[in-house]
């Protein structure tokens, strides 16, 4: 069982810093200036396989460790020369977009300490003039991003262009021009809620609808800019949709893609940019910063594995996306200590850094609202996410839409996750805790992305949720997966879902209309959780250790449990899943409507 709830010692963000989160960065680097291309981390070797931001993210953890170090101490002068070596030797290298921000802000801190020109050479820094560029991938005059390229990255080449120009490297025209369309793209894509789909209307609604305003503001910040006021409002729109699902443990965000580590850092991004803005209340601001060295406590105690030396993503049952695979090593680790100090130069700007937070923040936490519902989009299909607090657990369940290339990936289904309880895998398609049902011609079908009908209401202490699916998504065809991986609606089958949420207990109930008669369905659902030694009884599933108490299911025939250990296919970001219960039924004849429950009891 994972034990994720185990408080560490209370220590201000300085200590923090200073004790782990430093010592991690000194050793990478040094390590790196000791074996330059033959770096090797855990058994990867980074440089036989680089990363196109691989030279940015160096340069730019390099420069926090000169920044940290008093001119005075012995090590100093070494780190200036070797700054000089890196640069020299990753100079070839592909860094372009986040690379080239990351590389760009490296450079303007460093000659804002006044020590750009100890640190680099004049012949380095021209090559490095010409090739850090936000025209590499935006085309002129037209300001068009080149084909493929998200539209987010606007962000980054304006804060691109903005460095140049505090650099003197070009005029202002390209970075106003750059905001100008930034600023009205996101009053276009955000709607009316404020939050941005990752999608041309798909309804990804993630980790990055969440951050995306916090990274824009925070480079506004980062170079002295004044963040435009229609950012203050989508700002706060972040800031409350994260307080309710603040806790004691440092977790964040439980579902979507590229979470972990990120999803936690999220919350310190947008906690110290918000502060930074002026947009918190006194009460918010002590909590937030109370959060933040939970965050990144968790970071270097839970997170890093010292027999690795590095940030674990992928070993020892955890599962990340391909995206941010083991060769990329070197890559996240740099990521990851810039996410959390930056957040902590927030928070020192604001003198809160030597603060070692007080028992306010469990007293702030109960003041917490129980439940929070937040619109992310509403139209043909609806898109929403719920927060249900119970005691010592939060619990999330997102009703929204993974789109292309995830929709059928369970870290994007709509159930509730929460720490220790229910986690999705990354890229992985069983079906957890939701009903699949295989149709004869061999189509395999769900309840996962269109939404209609929406609603919540109170009954006493119970929290009830209904949603309306009158398609099913198509996951997959009788001769594979969809080739182009996008939802496709299914509209033989419709599906009335109501979740009921109460002290100590949740139950999700699927009422499942055959549209047209059917014969031959397979029906079947699995639950892979974290509790072990369970045992049938029945319809129920009892467990003899672990937060989930039992796990009963109506309206199947067949029901099993079994233990797994360390399974590549049952694993989450934070860890293994260590029990499997797979349900099923065989509809030979399925013309009337059927009803389908479990309810999951569990420790609050």
């Not at 990752?198 to 824009?216: C, H, M, N, P, Q």
């Not at 601001?285 to 027999?307: H, I």
């Not at 850094?353 to 028992?359: I, L």
Request: with cysteine; charged share 25%.
């Amino acid at each position: 069982m994972l034990v994720q709830g185990q408080e560490s010692e209370i220590r201000s963000m300085d200590d923090i810093v200073e004790q782990t989160v430093l010592p991690h960065l000194r050793a990478l680097i040094h390590k790196l200036d000791n074996e330059r291309l033959d770096f090797e981390l855990d058994g990867v070797r980074t440089f036989d396989k680089p990363h196109n931001f691989l030279p940015g993210k160096i340069a730019l953890g390099f420069s926090y460790l000169i920044l940290a170090t008093p001119k005075t101490a012995p090590e100093f002068d070494t780190y200036i020369h070797s700054y000089n070596d890196l640069a020299k030797m990753t100079l070839d290298m592909d860094n372009v977009k986040w690379g080239a921000y990351y590389y760009m802000l490296a450079i303007y801190r460093l000659q804002e300490a006044g020590l750009l020109d100890q640190v680099l050479d004049k012949d380095t820094l021209e090559i490095l003039k010409v090739k850090l560029d936000w025209r590499k991938f935006v085309s002129i005059p037209e300001y068009k991003l080149q084909e493929g390229v998200p539209t987010n990255y606007y962000g980054v080449a304006f804060s691109i262009a903005r460095l140049r120009f505090l650099m003197g490297w070009e005029t202002e025209a390209g970075s106003n021009k750059l905001l100008e369309i930034m600023l009205s793209h996101i009053d276009e894509h955000s709607g009316v809620y404020g939050f941005s789909d990752e999608t041309e209307g798909e309804g990804r609604f993630d980790r990055y609808s969440i951050v995306l305003i916090a990274e824009l503001c925070a480079r506004f910040l980062d170079t002295n800019a004044e963040v435009p006021k229609m950012l203050n409002e989508r700002m706060r729109k972040s800031v409350d949709f994260i307080l309710p699902l603040m806790n004691q443990t440092g977790a964040g965000l439980q579902y979507g893609r590229s979470i972990g580590p990120y999803g936690d850092g999220i919350f310190g991004e947008i906690l110290s940019t918000a502060a930074m803005m002026g947009i918190l209340s006194v009460e918010e601001m002590e909590a937030g910063y109370a959060f933040q060295t939970k965050v990144t406590e968790r970071l270097m105690n839970f997170w890093y594995d010292s027999e690795m030396q590095s940030i674990n993503f992928w070993e020892n049952g955890r599962l990340t996306d391909p995206y941010r695979n083991k060769s990329r090593i070197l890559d996240e680790n740099l990521s990851l200590i810039h996410q959390h100090l930056s957040s902590y130069n927030f928070w020192k700007q604001l003198g809160y850094t030597s603060k070692r937070p007080g028992s306010e923040f469990s007293s702030w936490l109960m003041t917490l609202p129980r439940y929070n519902f937040t619109w992310f989009a509403k139209g043909k299909y609806e898109r929403a996410h719920l927060t249900i607090r119970d005691n010592n657990q939060v619990i999330e369940l997102p009703m929204v839409g993974g789109g292309k290339g995830f929709h059928e990936i369970n870290s994007y289904f709509p159930i509730p996750y929460s720490i220790d309880m229910v986690q999705g895998s990354p890229f992985r398609r069983y079906p957890q805790l939701l009903p699949q049902l295989t149709l004869e011609d061999g189509v395999v079908v769900e309840p996962l992305s269109f939404f209609k009908s929406i609603r919540t209401e109170e009954e006493g202490s119970k929290l009830i949720v209904r949603i309306k699916q009158v398609e099913l998504d198509r996951v997959k065809l009788s001769d594979g997966y969809w080739r182009e991986r996008i939802p496709k609606p299914e509209n033989r089958i419709s599906v009335e879902t109501t979740y009921v949420f109460d002290s100590g207990s949740m139950t999700r109930t699927d009422y499942i209309t055959p549209n047209k008669p059917l014969k031959n369905v397979t029906l079947s659902m699995e639950f892979a959780g974290f509790s072990t030694d369970g045992v049938v009884n029945g319809n129920t599933v009892n467990y003899g250790d672990g937060v989930v108490q039992s796990f009963e299911t109506k309206g199947y025939q067949n029901i099993t449990v079994e233990p797994l250990e360390m399974s590549t296919k049952y694993a989450s970001p934070v860890g293994a899943m260590s029990s499997l219960v797979k349900v099923s039924s065989k509809l030979d004849n399925f013309s009337e409507p059927i009803t389908v429950s479990w309810t999951l009891n569990y420790q609050n």
